[in-house]
């Protein structure tokens, strides 16, 4: 199954599950009522909290599960929000993976020293993902209640029908699909593809990585961040609006953190579905 393959650097063990979570499979994502909860709290301001981003850093983010739910709830959920498209899209989830972005990308951008004797350790999360930290804490007396008392089992059947998710990651797929890690490709061979457009979790596997190949990782981030950036700013009320190459930044990002079994999975039903409507305007370049 894609995804799922171990390596020297990432031993198959339960305590590398702790710290960096599981590739999600190519497949469909059914997230529970609980994580949408959590995820939907987590996104009204848990990461413009200092200590908070500190944290997210350390951990690079979140799991690969809660990475993809967190751009899903998000998008799904947020109906409006400024800039030319509105709502139904990943501003809060750009602004956190811009950071790690460039956290990583100086990271694997350092000379080896004795004081940076594995730059590539940077690929390693120091932490646990924090969604699975709430989930698995024990269960408090009284009624759960959604973020600001919403109906979080009617929010998490809107978040399950992932249409505007799968709308954008169909509408760009001419320009990512050549751009997925291709150890994340179901049938590939081992070691076959770029090694430049591995994920992180499948450049881990290959550690110690030599100072050409983490320099070369660490200038696509950068090109990935800068036309996220972009993206972001188009999602305010200055920011000029994006095209498609923006449009696609945001998946080549979390494709990298979190491995591309979501959108390869959205994406394979849509020689099925026929074209899609323009709902992002992702094929657009104002």
Not at 56 to 78: D, F, I, K
């Amino acid at each position: 199954m894609a995804g799922t393959r171990s390596g020297p650097g990432i031993p198959a063990t339960p305590d590398r599950d702790r710290l960096t979570g599981v590739l999600a499979p190519v497949g469909p994502l059914e997230l529970s009522v609980e994580e949408v909860r959590q995820l939907w709290s987590f996104i009204h301001g848990d990461i413009m909290d200092g200590s908070m981003r500190r944290l997210l850093r350390a951990s690079l983010g979140l799991c690969p599960r809660h990475t993809w739910a967190y751009a899903v709830v998000e998008v799904e959920l947020w109906q409006a929000g400024a800039g030319v498209r509105g709502g139904h899209q990943p501003f809060d989830v750009t602004v956190l993976y811009e950071d790690l972005l460039e956290h990583v990308a100086d990271g694997l951008d350092l000379k080896t020293s004795l004081l940076h004797r594995h730059p590539d350790e940077v690929l390693l999360p120091l932490g646990p993902c924090r969604i699975c930290e709430d989930m698995a804490s024990p269960n408090l007396p009284g009624l759960r209640m959604g973020y600001a008392n919403s109906n979080t089992e009617a929010l998490t059947v809107e978040a399950n029908g992932l249409a505007h998710t799968t709308a954008w990651c169909r509408e760009t797929l001419p320009l990512w699909r050549d751009r997925a890690c291709p150890d994340c490709e179901p049938g590939t061979a081992e070691g076959a593809g770029n090694p430049v457009l591995l994920c992180r979790f499948h450049l881990a596997a290959r550690r110690p990585l030599p100072e050409h190949l983490r320099n070369a990782v660490a200038s696509r981030l950068r090109e990935v961040r800068g036309r996220m950036r972009h993206l972001t700013e188009s999602m305010t009320d200055y920011g000029a609006p994006s095209g498609a190459e923006e449009n696609a930044s945001w998946i080549e990002a979390l494709g990298f953190f979190a491995g591309w079994g979501l959108p390869l999975y959205l994406a394979a039903g849509a020689t099925e579905a026929g074209p899609e409507t323009d709902s992002t305007g992702a094929g657009r370049r104002d």
